[in-house]
């Protein structure tokens, strides 16, 4: 069997590579990219999908959102129609929450656009 690495397993994919569900018998994911793989891949790009989602979900965790930058209240993390994620003030009076707020493709890069502050330093 051909062993793959990581970085020629998300080629395969076309470059996707978020899996929110890897089967218990290990033997599927959500990419929907198994009607393009050999037989002989498919172990690896579960096993590559497994270690995605954990990292994934490890700074999921880890994620502290700051406080609204207009009203000082707290921010909060959305999920759109698509699942698509988005982070806004928790004050309904606040023009951070009406303004729609700050949308991402998910939790990790939403809060990343939330948190950002323009000339601060971490």
């Known amino acids: 069997m051909v062993k793959y690495t990581d970085k020629e397993l998300l080629q395969i994919m076309d470059g996707h590579h978020e899996c929110s ?5 290990k033997t599927a994911c959500d990419c ?3 009607d393009k793989l050999a037989a ?3 172990p690896q790009l579960v096993a590559y999908c497994e270690r995605r989602k954990k990292a994934h979900d ?3 965790a880890a994620i502290q959102l700051k ?3 207009f009203c ?7 999920m759109g129609g698509f699942g698509e994620r988005y982070v806004t003030c928790s004050d ?10 700050i949308w991402a493709r998910d939790e990790v890069a939403a ?8 000339g601060e330093t971490t």
Do not use: F, I, Q, T
């Not at 569900?21 to 018998?25: A, H, I, L, Q």
């Not at 000082?72 to 959305?78: F, R």
């Not at 309904?92 to 707020?101: A, F, S, V």
């Open 58 to 60: 490890d700074a999921v």
């Open 92 to 101: 309904d009076n606040c023009g951070g929450r009406k303004g729609g707020g």
């Open 40 to 42: 002989g891949v498919a």
């Open 72 to 78: 000082g209240a707290k921010g909060e993390m959305n």
């Open 21 to 25: 569900w890897v089967s218990e018998d």
């Open 111 to 118: 809060a990343r656009l939330w948190n950002y502050r323009p």
């Open 32 to 34: 929907g990219h198994y």
């Open 67 to 69: 406080r609204c930058p």
